[in-house]
Structure formats: structure tokens, C-alpha cells
């Protein structure tokens, strides 16, 4: 019996050593001409906006990882605009606050940026864009009112397999739109996925505190 205890005792510090290793392996990812990283796959290329790369930062972690995804990722062919935006705040602040909820590891907050950012959806006036736009805006917009509505009601680590969709969308919005905020385009190693920032120091909203500064930036917008 004391044999099994110690077996199961030094697999569980080989996984979390393992672990460890994941995130700081994923950071050595090599970089192409358009500062895309080589093996993030195809989910990550539309989320690849202009503006230059900026330094990493990364905390090693020892806690187990939830590797679960929320719904499938949508790759959007999108021109990027590079309007100043401001009729795209409302939405960003909504989607931030969410960010934020999450990094906290807070539920309630997480779940009334979703509330904010269905309301900024419905409060967005549309007949400022064309054609082209309108048509991709409501493609995102239909997109990301199920993840809010999920992240409005759900528990925390389903909030967050739903958030990682969801920034695909916003980003996408953003790219499409434009926006008149500086934001950073955050990547990180363990999901493989990114999110948007207001902040350069990474704060991770997929492991809170778990793993706070796992991660990296990608791309400064604005």
C-alpha cells in the first residue's frame, strides 16, 4: 500500500513538471514575417492584426489544466480596418469586463460583462456600416450572444471554455470595425488561444490565479 502511495505520489510530480514545461515550450514558438506563430493552427490566423510584436512574460504554474474547448472556432476571411472606432467601446468595455471577471476568478463580474455585452450588441447602431460589414457583423454578432449568453449564467470554468470563442469573435469585430482603444492581442501556450487586453501585463483569464502570467503578447492594436 505505501508502494502505490509513493507511485501515485511521484506521477503527480512528473505531471505537474510536465505541466510546467508546456508553458514555457509553447512560448519558444517560432514567428513568420506577419508575427504569426508557426504551430498555433488556423484559429489563430485571423486574429493576427497589424501593429508591432512586444516582449513576453510567463509564470511557471504547478496546478492541473482543463484543456476542455467551448464551441468550435470560426475562421472569418475579414479585411482589417484601420478606422478609429469609437462606436465599437461599448462592446470592447462589455467583453473586457468579462476578461477581467475571469482573471479574478470571479463568476458574478464575469457574468454581468456578459449581461453588458448583450446589451451593447442590441444598443450598436448598424446603419453606419455597408454592405460587406453589415453582413460580417451580424455573422459575429450571432456568434457571440450565445457566448455571452452562456458566460451570463454558467459556472466558472464553463464561462471560460465560452470566452475562449467568444474573443475570436470580438477580435474579429474588431479587425472588421476597428476601434478607437488600445488593446493587446494576448496568446496563451496551454489553451493555444488568444484574448484582448487593455493592459501590456499579462493577466491570464483561463487559469486566474491558477496561472496568472502564463502567457504572452502578440500584437499592440492602436
Same mark, same amino acid.
Given at each position: 500500500?505505501?508502494?502505490?502511495?509513493?507511485?501515485?505520489?511521484?506521477?503527480?510530480?512528473?505531471?505537474?513538471?510536465?505541466?510546467?514545461?508546456?508553458?514555457?515550450?509553447?512560448?519558444?514558438?517560432?514567428?513568420?514575417?506577419?508575427?504569426?506563430?508557426?504551430?498555433?493552427?488556423?484559429?489563430?490566423? @485571423?486574429?493576427?492584426?497589424?501593429? &508591432? #510584436?512586444?516582449?513576453? /512574460?510567463?509564470?511557471?504554474?504547478? !496546478?492541473?489544466?482543463?484543456? =476542455?474547448?467551448?464551441?468550435?472556432?470560426?475562421?472569418?476571411?475579414?479585411?482589417?480596418?484601420?478606422?478609429?472606432?469609437?462606436?465599437?467601446?461599448?462592446?470592447?468595455?462589455?467583453?473586457?469586463?468579462?476578461?477581467?471577471?475571469?482573471?479574478?476568478?470571479?463568476?458574478?463580474?464575469?457574468?454581468?460583462?456578459?449581461?453588458?455585452?448583450?446589451?451593447?450588441?442590441?444598443?450598436?447602431?448598424?446603419?453606419?456600416?455597408?454592405?460587406?460589414?453589415?453582413?460580417?457583423?451580424?455573422?459575429?454578432?450571432?456568434?457571440?450572444?450565445? @457566448?455571452?449568453?452562456?458566460?451570463? &449564467? #454558467?459556472?466558472?470554468? /464553463?464561462?471560460?471554455?465560452?470566452? !475562449?470563442?467568444?474573443?475570436? =469573435?470580438?477580435?474579429?469585430?474588431?479587425?472588421?470595425?476597428?476601434?478607437?482603444?488600445?488593446?493587446?492581442?494576448?496568446?496563451?501556450?496551454?489553451?493555444?488561444?488568444?484574448?484582448?487586453?487593455?493592459?501590456?501585463?499579462?493577466?491570464?483569464?483561463?487559469?486566474?490565479?491558477?496561472?496568472?502570467?502564463?502567457?504572452?503578447?502578440?500584437?499592440?492594436?492602436?
Amino acid at each position: 500500500m505505501r508502494k502505490t502511495k509513493l507511485s501515485i505520489g511521484i506521477f503527480a510530480i512528473a505531471f505537474a513538471a510536465l505541466t510546467v514545461m508546456s508553458c514555457k515550450d509553447n512560448k519558444k514558438e517560432s514567428v513568420d514575417s506577419n508575427g504569426h506563430h508557426t504551430e498555433m493552427g488556423a484559429k489563430e490566423n @485571423h486574429m493576427g492584426m497589424n501593429n &508591432e #510584436s512586444e516582449e513576453h /512574460h510567463h509564470e511557471d504554474g504547478d !496546478e492541473d489544466h482543463d484543456h =476542455d474547448k467551448g464551441a468550435t472556432m470560426k475562421t472569418r476571411d475579414i479585411e482589417a480596418s484601420t478606422q478609429k472606432n469609437a462606436a465599437t467601446a461599448p462592446i470592447i468595455d462589455a467583453y473586457l469586463q468579462i476578461k477581467n471577471g475571469l482573471v479574478a476568478d470571479n463568476k458574478d463580474n464575469a457574468a454581468k460583462g456578459g449581461t453588458a455585452l448583450l446589451a451593447a450588441f442590441s444598443n450598436f447602431e448598424m446603419s453606419q456600416l455597408n454592405e460587406e460589414q453589415h453582413t460580417a457583423y451580424m455573422d459575429i454578432v450571432e456568434d457571440a450572444k450565445e @457566448h455571452a449568453e452562456h458566460i451570463s &449564467e #454558467s459556472p466558472l470554468e /464553463h464561462q471560460r471554455e465560452h470566452f !475562449e470563442t467568444l474573443s475570436t =469573435d470580438i477580435s474579429d469585430l474588431v479587425t472588421l470595425l476597428g476601434t478607437n482603444k488600445t488593446l493587446y492581442l494576448d496568446y496563451c501556450p496551454m489553451k493555444k488561444t488568444n484574448w484582448l487586453s487593455e493592459t501590456k501585463e499579462i493577466k491570464n483569464p483561463f487559469f486566474g490565479s491558477k496561472m496568472i502570467t502564463c502567457g504572452n503578447v502578440k500584437k499592440k492594436i492602436n
